[in-house]
Nanobody
Framework: QVQLVESGGGSVQAGNSLRLSCTVSGRAVSSFAMGWARQAPGKERELVASINWRGERTYYADSVEGRFTISRDNTKNSVYLQMDSLNPEDTAVYFC?????????????????????WGQGTQGTVSS
């Protein structure tokens, strides 16, 4: 079965960084968009970043634009999220996403409704 396994979560102080990794098993992902979503306490789950299958198009939520960077390595069936300049508002459970939608080679996931497979989530905590 398809599994998305995340790593890299943890607790950091504001201003520091975390790098999340996700590796997919059970299905090749080179033809599909991947991304990251998060769910903060008391808030709905939201799409944070995504990347098209070739890796040349990205999407970022306004709240993380300029601070987070998504990348992928299709040879490793993996996607990464570099999170810099973290603040307490970034505290959330972060989920790796796989989107099987086909809508051309530049397609990127924009909403959680489009996600077909989810990782189990990894906690990222940012303290003041």
């Amino acid at each position: 079965q398809v599994q998305l396994v995340e790593s890299g979560g943890g607790s950091v102080q504001a201003g520091n960084s975390l790098r999340l990794s996700c590796t997919v098993s059970g299905r090749a992902v080179s033809s599909f968009a991947m991304g990251w979503a998060r769910q903060a306490p008391g808030k709905e789950r939201e799409l944070v970043a995504s990347i098209n299958w070739r890796g040349e198009r990205t999407y970022y939520a306004d709240s993380v634009e300029g601070r987070f960077t998504i990348s992928r390595d299709n040879t490793k069936n993996s996607v990464y999220l570099q999170m810099d300049s973290l603040n307490p508002e970034d505290t959330a459970v972060y989920f790796c996403t796989l989107d099987l939608t086909y809508d051309g080679p530049y397609y990127t996931t924009r909403t959680v409704a489009e996600v077909d497979y989810w990782g189990q989530g990894t906690q990222g905590t940012v303290s003041s």
